[in-house]
């Protein structure tokens, strides 16, 4: 059965440092890959996409994602983290129309 | 643009009842995702439509959830009778589906929905 995973329900990160939000999945063929964010009481925003080519991609509001076929991983990145990027980051995978989901990764920016 | 547009935000009503959800996707986009969000179960696929036929229903909790889509631009999720443990958000979500790559979906911003 295909599947996302996200090991960590929640991250912690100071305002300033990098961030890192991990993703790894399991879809056969070549996977289409995305993440996205979502904020309270808000319906889930697309951040960005790997569908072929770059390994980096690079996203809305300074976001990019690494895709590594030989660890099947696309986590989520930002050099440097701001207060407002505190939300909910969903990643979701598919090789069809369907996306499976992971179960989401709360990050929380501290001041 | 207006993207995509739920109705209601918020429902509140009695176990038993009718609720009918709505959804209007983004103009252009000839799919149609249904979803429900909880705490304990995270986001789950309900049914999801291409060029208004359902194409796989199998997250269709039992036969009290309904979904229909007469046309393009109008979507609804229906559950009848409803219980307590239907509570949660339901978001609808579409996207553009040809051939080739899988194209982002985009979400509304759901609908709460309290079963008393």
């Known amino acids: 059965a295909q599947s996302v995973a996200q090991p960590e329900d929640q991250v912690n990160v100071a305002e300033g440092n990098p961030l890192t939000v991990k993703c790894t999945y399991s879809v056969s063929g070549n996977p289409y890959l995305f993440w996205y964010v979502q904020y309270p009481n808000r319906g889930l ?26 660890q099947t991983s696309f986590h989520l990145k930002k050099p440097s983290a701001l207060v407002s990027d505190s939300a909910l980051y969903f990643c979701a995978g598919t090789n069809t ?3 499976i989901f992971g179960t989401g ?7 | 643009d207006a993207g995509v547009i739920q ?20 103009s252009g986009h000839n799919s149609l995702f249904w979803y429900r969000q909880t705490m304990m179960r995270g986001l789950e696929l309900l049914i999801y439509f291409n060029n208004n036929v359902p194409i796989d229903d199998s997250g269709m909790p039992e036969d ?8 393009a631009s109008f979507s609804t999720l229906k559950i009848q009778p409803s219980e307590p443990r239907d509570s949660a958000v339901y978001f609808c979500a579409s996207s553009f ?9 985009h979400f509304g911003d759901g609908t709460r929905l309290s079963i008393l």
């Open chain 2, 7 to 26: 109705s209601p935000r918020h429902e509140v009503t009695e176990m038993g009842q009718e609720v009918t959800l709505r959804c209007k996707p983004i």
């Open chain 2, 64 to 71: 009290r959830f309904s979904a229909k889509m007469p046309n």
């Open chain 1, 97 to 99: 129309d369907k996306l």
């Open chain 1, 45 to 70: 925003q697309f951040l960005l996409k790997y569908i072929t080519g770059d390994n980096l991609v690079k996203g809305s509001y300074g976001f990019e994602a690494e895709f590594n076929k030989s």
């Open chain 1, 105 to 111: 990764t709360r990050l929380q920016v501290f001041p």
């Open chain 2, 97 to 105: 589906s040809g051939t080739g790559a899988a194209q982002p979906q």
